[in-house]
Nanobody, 127 residues
Framework: QMHVVESGGGSAQAGGSLRLSCAAS???????MGWSREVPGREREGVGVFYTSGSASYAHWVKGRFTISKDKVKNILFLQMNNLKLEDSAMYYC??????????????????????WGQGTQVTVSS
């Protein structure tokens, strides 16, 4: 079974940058992969997904600040976060699911039903 492990979280100032990494335990070329985040008391929300084609989609609120990319050789998914805002503070999770990214009606296109989740990495943005 696929396992994913996040790293790279930490503290940053508003306007700063962080890069999160997600190491997959096996070849993820044929997996839909993505990033989600969760704040205590709120529902987890999708940040973006990385398609098997190599392209990505993002939540509307990302507005060009985040970029998802992948190192195919090392099998690592990245989330580059720039121009961080206070409201970006959250636990960030990497997830994977075999096959194409499934769009669930009512959940938008960055919240597919992932079956493999990491433990998360905390991001804290301060002023």
């Amino acid at each position: 079974q696929m396992h994913v492990v996040e790293s790279g979280g930490g503290s940053a100032q508003a306007g700063g940058s962080l890069r999160l990494s997600c190491a997959a335990s096996e070849d993820s070329d044929q997996y839909c992969m993505g990033w989600s985040r969760e704040v205590p008391g709120r529902e987890r929300e999708g940040v973006g997904v990385f398609y098997t084609s190599g392209s990505a989609s993002y939540a509307h609120w990302v507005k060009g600040r985040f970029t998802i990319s992948k190192d195919k050789v090392k099998n690592i998914l990245f989330l580059q976060m720039n121009n961080l805002k206070l409201e970006d503070s959250a636990m960030y999770y990497c997830a994977a699911e075999p096959g194409p990214c499934i769009v669930v009606p009512g959940r938008g296109n960055v919240d597919p039903p992932f079956g493999n989740w990491g433990q998360g990495t905390q991001v804290t943005v301060s002023s």
